[in-house]
């Protein structure tokens, strides 16, 4: 923790100011510098500035990011002057007192109307809150201090010319917290509500808060019940001019009311009793009357409208009748007598707004003391107080009156108990310093309280007495009776005072009297001091209020009991006050106080805008000027020995960084040190005093200095240090690296070396077991060659015993054997295979054997001539002779003419012609004796002209005969020796000549064509009996023209290719004596 707190930065009020923030420093001081200082601290949103403890604050009228939690937080348990000026600085400074010191507190708060003391009780409020202790129990006693500134301010606060907000009621109020400083409770006093507003309010300005909200914010139901009507301009005590305030949403703040009001405590009975008296305020107003005169000639008034007053009586539970009395007649009671007198229409608006008046005003009384209630602290145990003062300030308007009199005597009192205070404190400090006292001229503005409050002559007094007194009684009497007394008085001004030097100011009216208060002159209008101060609510109309069955109306109203009836006067208004502003100051004397004193920079309500002139006119009348010289009368900054060692020890080299002493001797080398001439200080007990600002300037001027240089200092050492251990750092990296590195790369060196072994050794190993393997290969070779050539020498060996066993051919011979086998397996196979017997049969088994090769060819001719003789054997003798004739055509035709091959087929027949069988041809038949070769019918070609005629065609063995087809004659006999030629072309005609042997008998016709089918038959059949008769060869000719002998010519058969249109019949023509042409299709 020690540690700790040695760590924490020491800030001061000094640090980054703005100006000065302390007004003491000012130098030079005079009223421009300080409005100068004010002005520029306000331009810079720095809206508090110190003289001494004292706060100043400056309107800022606009809402500034300066109250956060988090300042709060900065604010707490610091020192007065370590932070930059604030309300929070000297309400933690207040609130710590209370709870570390056991001194009683008070917080005054002065200022003119709008100069921002509500807020600032608020902000002083809030702060205390939030840092005084926590707890359920705690923060319920919190949170109804904080609600009661909303139910107050509805009902105590309104909007006027200068304020929004404005307080129309002075407030005191006590936080009283136990030993531990957590908060008990509270009590509040009001002082002098503004009850006139009630009834009328001057232009411009609204009725107090709670009638516009009502009116606004309430549900209709509720507005039916308390007999309203939303409407504003219903009701005559509700100024129109400004009943909306911009910014202010009185709906809203309703609500916050009504729920402020049941966090303070009030039932919800209560709550709707207290609005129901504020529905009957604003109904009264509208309670209007006329003259009515009687016969005795008496004035008289009567209620116009009677609806209204009934409905009051509703709302109120009064007898209509019995109000309407009130309104009416005036009792005055004196000893036992008892006079009534009627009103005139005058006194009955009086009443009404009298009893307007005091009915609100009573109602707020009442309002406070159940607040009080509810706030009070719950324990008997001694407790510590914390008041708060939100007192209006000082007011000078164009019209003042009795309330701006009060108000006013009231801030002169607090002027006073501020000055006393302030120099009292400053005169003890000096006695507790041990330093010694010097005069302070200041302005002592008791002789101005001593003339309004003196019991004897003073002005309240003055006033009291005209009241009491028998007799006429008028405003004027009083003023007169103030010339009198007053006259001599320096703070008195008036035009009738027998001063000589008022009698031509036409600035002060003859109805009016000034004063001179320390803030400034004010002109008082006397018109309505007397009726004021009295206060005057006629008792027949308290006594009607008593009569009402609402319980809080009769509570308010308790001289109305006609039991407890008193004839003594009540207390006037002025008198009540300055008792209870004589509590109020006797109250605070006992409290250590705390001043903040608000100033309004416009009076426009609006930020940023600082009027110097109306700033002045403050400053002078709160007197901060003299607040500065009395201030700094002797010296004008004190600090305590250690924070003033703290902040300036770096500026000698004894007391930095380290001072071992006691804080004083180490201020006291300092000073010496810095040759600080003697008279510029003071040493007391526990602080310095420092006599001006210019050297205190000085010395923070040397201390800027010489932080920039231990800044850099710092800067250096620190770079230093962060260079150095940044390299040791690498360093440390650096070896860790290595050694891991190194590590990594024996690792890597050792597992390759371990591998490389490996390789060699199994290399090795292997070329080992390669080497034992090839000799045991080549042994086991060598044994196997040993076995061969051992094989092959006992072979060689037995061979040569043996070969003498062998014959020399044995190789031919198995061979021939082989061969035979061979042969064997052929022609066994060929048996199996062999074709069929059919010479036309052209299979053969295919060739086994390349070397058999021939025999196969020969064995396939052989075994088809084989088969062919087969065949022939079959045939009969007549079968031979055919097929001798056939191979006799075959040779003699085959190859040479086109018409052979047709022959082959057709059997040879002979004779076609059975000539036996047909009797027609039995005389040829008989004619014949040899054996006919061939009968066969042909055509005989003419010689003449190529046209044929059949015949009939015999051959014998001896003879060639021709005979007629129909008669079977014989026509021409050959004999076949005669024959020498036969002549034939090579195509597929049937034609031929047979040529005869010239000069014989046969012959004188010449040679014979014919044409026939058989051609081939006839011819080789001829050929063949020639040749058997006369052993000779008849000549063949085959030629595609020869010549034949026609009797004498000689004439050229020529065939050629013709066409095909005599069909396929061949034609012959006679062409002329040489020429017969054969055409062959
Ligand atoms: N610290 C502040 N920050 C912001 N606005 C402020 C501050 N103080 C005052 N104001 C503004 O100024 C207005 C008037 O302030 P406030 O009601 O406190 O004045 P007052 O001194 O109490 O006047 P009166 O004497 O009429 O009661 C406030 O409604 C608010 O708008
Ligand atoms: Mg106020």
Sequence with gaps: METMAKMEVKTSLLDNMIGVGDMVLLEPLSEETFINNLKKRFDHSEIYTYIGSVVISVNPYRSLPIYSPEKVEDYRNRNFYELSPHIFALSDEAYRSL????????????????????????????????????????????????QSNPVLEAFGNAKTVRNDNSSRFGKYMDIEFDFKGDPLGGVISN??????????????????????QLLSGASEELLNKLKLERDFSRYNYLSLDSAKVNGVDDAANFRTVRNAMQIVGFMDHEAESVLEVVAAVLKLGNIEFKPESRVNGLDESKIKDKNELKEICELTGIDQS?????????????????????????????????????????????????????????????????????????EIFE???????????????????????????????????????????????????????????????????????????????????????????????????????????????????????????????????????????YRDLSQAMWKASHALIKSLFPEGNPAKINLKRPPTAGSQFKASVATLMKNLQTKNP???????????????????????????????????????????????????????????KQTWPHWRGPARTGVEVLFNELEIPMEEYSFGRSKIFIRNPRTLFKLEDLRKQRLEDLATLIQKIYRGWKCRTHFLLMRKSQIVIAAWYRRYAQQKRYQQIKSSALVIQSYIRGWKARKILRELKHQKRCEEAATTIAAYWHGTQVRREYRKFFRAN????????????????????????????????????????????????ELKRIFHLWRCKKYRDQFTDQQKLIYEEKLEASELFKDKKALYPSSVGQPFQGAYLEINKNPKYKKLKDAIEEKIIIAEVVNKINRANGKSTSRIFLLTNNNLLLAD?????????????????????????????????????????????????????????????????????????????????FRQDKVCVKFIQGSQKNGSVPT???????LLEVAVP
């Design 322 to 394: 019995v109000l309407e009395r009130a309104f009416s007649f005036r009792t005055v009671e004196a000893k036992q007598e008892k006079v009534s007198t009627t009103l005139n229409v005058a006194q009955a608006y009086y009443a009404r707004d009298a009893l307007a008046k005091n009915l609100y005003s009573r109602l707020f009384s009442w309002l406070v003391n159940r607040i009080n209630e509810s706030i009070k602290a719950q324990t008997k145990v001694r407790k510590k107080v914390m008041g708060v003062l939100d007192i209006y300030g000082f």
């Design 594 to 652: 705390n001043y903040i004193r608000c100033i309004k920079p416009n009076d426009k309500k609006a930020a940023h805008i600082f009027n110097e002139a109306l700033v002045c006119h403050q400053i002078r009348y709160l007197g901060l000027l003299e607040n500065v010289r009395v201030r700094r009368a002797g010296y004008a900054f004190r600090q305590a020995y250690e924070p003033c060692l703290e902040r300036y020890k770096m500026l000698c």
């Design 191 to 212: 002082y002098l509500l503004e009850k006139s507003r009630v009834v009328k309010q001057p232009r411009g300005e609204r009725n107090f808060h709670v009638f516009y």
């Design 99 to 146: 709870r570390d010191q056991d001194k009683d507190q008070c917080i005054l708060i002065t200022g003119e109307s709008g100069a921002g003391k509500t807020e600032a009780s608020k902000l002083v409020m809030s702060y205390v809150a939030a840092v005084c202790g926590k707890g359920a129990e705690v923060n319920q006693v919190k949170e109804q201090l904080l």
């Design 965 to 1045: 087809q129909k008669s079977g004659q014989i026509k021409s006999e050959v004999p076949l020796v005669d024959v020498t030629k036969v002549s034939m072309s090579s195509q597929n005609d049937g034609f031929f000549a047979v040529h005869l042997k010239e000069g014989s008998e046969a012959a004188s016709k010449g040679d014979f064509l014919f044409s026939s089918d058989h051609l081939i038959e006839m011819a080789t059949k001829l050929y063949r009996t020639t040749l058997s008769q006369t052993k000779q060869k008849l000549n063949i000719e085959i030629s595609d023209e020869f010549l034949v002998q």
């Design 399 to 537: 019209d003042n009156s009795f309330e701006q009199f009060i108000i006013n005597y009231c801030n002169e009192k607090l002027q006073q108990i501020f000055i006393e205070l302030t120099l009292k404190e400053e005169q003890e400090e000096y006695i507790r310093e041990d330093i010694e006292w010097t005069h302070i001229d200041y302005f002592n503005n008791a002789i101005i309280c001593d003339l309004i409050e003196n019991n004897t002559n003073g002005i309240l007094a003055m006033l009291d007495e005209e009241c009491l007194r028998p007799g006429t009684v008028t405003d004027e009497t009083f003023l007169e009776k103030l010339n009198q007394v007053c006259a001599t008085h320096q703070h008195f001004e008036s035009r009738m005072s027998k001063c000589s030097r008022f009698l031509n100011d036409t600035s002060l009216p003859h109805s009016c009297f000034r004063i001179q208060h320390y803030a400034g002159k004010v002109l008082y209008q006397v018109e309505g001091f007397v009726d004021k101060n009295n206060d005057l609510l």
């Design 1068 to 1074: 012959c023509k006679r062409k002329n004596n040489r």
């Design 810 to 857: 044995a190789g031919k011979k198995i061979y021939e054997f082989t061969l035979q086998r061979i042969m064997q397996k052929y022609f066994l196979e060929m048996k199996n295979k062999m074709p069929s017997l059919s010479p036309i049969d052209k299979n053969w088994p295919s060739r086994p054997y390349l070397f058999l090769d021939s025999t196969h060819k």
